[in-house]
Every structure is written in structure tokens, then in C-alpha cells.
């Protein structure tokens, strides 16, 4: 498995995961601002630019994550965090390993399936997949994204280098992806984090999520679309995190 590290090898572990289409730059401001307290792991999912393997599903990247921190670090870290696919793979973390770590942050998680979306994503991408390497369609798709305007280059690098093949297989299971019961007898803290301007499935999910797992906090976050939290506001995310390592 591919990945960044930042901090110091002895420090308490913190794995944040990214979204769908990104990289491990997703979390790199974070990962800045918490490396002086904090070993941060950054690892490249299944599938995507610079990765080692191909996406097959959430479960499999689940099971190659949990492997990682079985071989690198003594089978738990201290906290885990995730965007959209990163988190929908948390979540499958935490239901099939429950002391896996002590604390996760799960932000923006589909855990109700779209059937319809579902459905569409291979033809769609048929027909749309020869559009990604072109810049002006790149930067339709990133403003699309809510992502600020500098984290371009690196987002439209990444994307010209996923497969087709690859980009079907990660939105199709991001679209189709059904929360486990186990995921009710983990021993973690967590924190669930929706935008107030995301759409309503993945508010019900976040709802879903916070009503599956015993003792979880769920916050709204106002104004925000959907990844924005982690990517555009690192300041504000960290806070949040600490405050809940800290338990408040």
C-alpha cells in the first residue's frame, strides 16, 4: 500500500482516508497542522493515481487498510478519519475490526444506496470518460466539487491517471454501499460530520449512521457542501477532531 506520512514514527497514529477521485492531498493541510502532536498516515485508496491495486470494493479496501495497520502499527491506531468513499470505507473498518482504534471521524458517508445512480454510473462513464483528460471538462467537474481553486492541478493530475475501469468500480460502490450491523459493537468514539447543503440521502445517512452506532456525535455543519470540511476549512476540522480526542 501506498502512502504519505507526516510527523514523528513515536507519536499517537492517525489515518485519515480520502474521497472518491482524490488523493492523499485531500488531507495534507490537516495532516500539516497535526504533525507536530501526531504521527498522520495518509494512504492512497485501491484504485486511484499512485495507488498499487486496483478497486475492487469498499470491503476489500477495508480489509487491505485494516491489513496495514495489522503489519505497521500492532493492529490498532489511535484515530481514524474519512471523506465520502474514505469514510464509507471507516465505517466498514469499524464493523469488522471494533478495536481497531480508539476514536473516528466519519464525514459524509452515503450509507443508503441510490439504485438509480447506481445503475448509471457505467454508461455515464462510458460516455464520459474520454472527457476527463480535457482541462475545461476537468474544471467543470472541479467547481462542480466545491473544492478551493488550488488544489486544481493536483486534483486534474490524479484524475487524468484513474482508469475507467477503476473509477466505475469506486462510484459504483460508493453509490451501492450498505451499512454493516457489526458496525454497532465498536469500541471507537465517533464523530460524524454532513453539510447543511448536501443532498438529503447523504443527511439521512449521516442520521442513519448516528442512530447505528451507540454514543456518536453528529454534527451539521452550516453552510457546507458536501467534502468541504475537511478540504477547504483544515483549521476548523482539526478543532473539531481534537475536541473529540480530548472528549468534550
Given at each position: 500500500?501506498?502512502?504519505?506520512?507526516?510527523?514523528?514514527?513515536?507519536?499517537?497514529?492517525?489515518?485519515?482516508?480520502?474521497?472518491?477521485?482524490?488523493?492523499?492531498?485531500?488531507?495534507?493541510?490537516?495532516?500539516?497542522?497535526?504533525?507536530?502532536?501526531?504521527?498522520?498516515?495518509?494512504?492512497?485508496?485501491?484504485?486511484?493515481?499512485?495507488?498499487?491495486?486496483?478497486?475492487?470494493?469498499?470491503?476489500?479496501?477495508?480489509?487491505?487498510?485494516?491489513?496495514?495497520?495489522?503489519?505497521?502499527?500492532?493492529?490498532?491506531?489511535?484515530?481514524?478519519?474519512?471523506?465520502?468513499?474514505?469514510?464509507?470505507?471507516?465505517?466498514?473498518?469499524?464493523?469488522?475490526?471494533?478495536?481497531?482504534?480508539?476514536?473516528?471521524?466519519?464525514?459524509?458517508?452515503?450509507?443508503?444506496?441510490?439504485?438509480?445512480?447506481?445503475?448509471?454510473?457505467?454508461?455515464?462513464?462510458?460516455?464520459?470518460?474520454?472527457?476527463?483528460?480535457?482541462?475545461?471538462?476537468?474544471?467543470?467537474?472541479?467547481?462542480?466539487?466545491?473544492?478551493?481553486?488550488?488544489?486544481?492541478?493536483?486534483?486534474?493530475?490524479?484524475?487524468?491517471?484513474?482508469?475507467?475501469?477503476?473509477?466505475?468500480?469506486?462510484?459504483?460502490?460508493?453509490?451501492?454501499?450498505?451499512?454493516?450491523?457489526?458496525?454497532?459493537?465498536?469500541?471507537?468514539?465517533?464523530?460524524?460530520?454532513?453539510?447543511?447543503k448536501e443532498n438529503k440521502k447523504m443527511r439521512d445517512s449521516a442520521q442513519k449512521l448516528h442512530n447505528a452506532i451507540p454514543g456518536t456525535s453528529l454534527m451539521m455543519l452550516k453552510g457546507k457542501y458536501h467534502g468541504e470540511y475537511s478540504l477547504n476549512c483544515a483549521e476548523e476540522y482539526v478543532e473539531t477532531l481534537i475536541k473529540l480526542?480530548?472528549?468534550?
Amino acid at each position: 500500500m501506498k502512502y504519505v506520512e507526516y510527523g514523528q514514527e513515536n507519536k499517537e497514529v492517525i489515518i485519515f482516508l480520502h474521497g472518491g477521485g482524490l488523493s492523499w492531498w485531500n488531507y495534507r493541510e490537516v495532516a500539516e497542522l497535526l504533525q507536530d502532536d501526531y504521527h498522520v498516515v495518509l494512504p492512497i485508496l485501491n484504485g486511484h493515481a499512485g495507488s498499487d491495486k486496483d478497486f475492487v470494493s469498499i470491503e476489500e479496501n477495508a480489509e487491505d487498510i485494516i491489513a496495514f495497520i495489522d503489519e505497521k502499527f500492532g493492529g490498532s491506531v489511535f484515530a481514524i478519519g474519512g471523506l465520502s468513499l474514505g469514510a464509507q470505507i471507516v465505517a466498514e473498518i469499524l464493523s469488522k475490526r471494533k478495536d481497531i482504534c480508539r476514536y473516528a471521524v466519519i464525514e459524509s458517508a452515503l450509507v443508503i444506496p441510490m439504485k438509480v445512480t447506481h445503475a448509471l454510473v457505467k454508461p455515464m462513464m462510458d460516455m464520459s470518460y474520454g472527457l476527463i483528460k480535457k482541462k475545461w471538462f476537468a474544471k467543470m467537474q472541479f467547481k462542480s466539487l466545491k473544492m478551493k481553486d488550488e488544489l486544481f492541478d493536483e486534483y486534474y493530475k490524479d484524475t487524468c491517471q484513474i482508469t475507467k475501469e477503476n473509477m466505475v468500480s469506486f462510484l459504483s460502490a460508493n453509490s451501492n454501499y450498505i451499512l454493516k450491523e457489526a458496525i454497532a459493537d465498536t469500541g471507537a468514539k465517533v464523530c460524524i460530520l454532513v453539510g447543511q447543503k448536501e443532498n438529503k440521502k447523504m443527511r439521512d445517512s449521516a442520521q442513519k449512521l448516528h442512530n447505528a452506532i451507540p454514543g456518536t456525535s453528529l454534527m451539521m455543519l452550516k453552510g457546507k457542501y458536501h467534502g468541504e470540511y475537511s478540504l477547504n476549512c483544515a483549521e476548523e476540522y482539526v478543532e473539531t477532531l481534537i475536541k473529540l480526542l480530548q472528549g468534550e
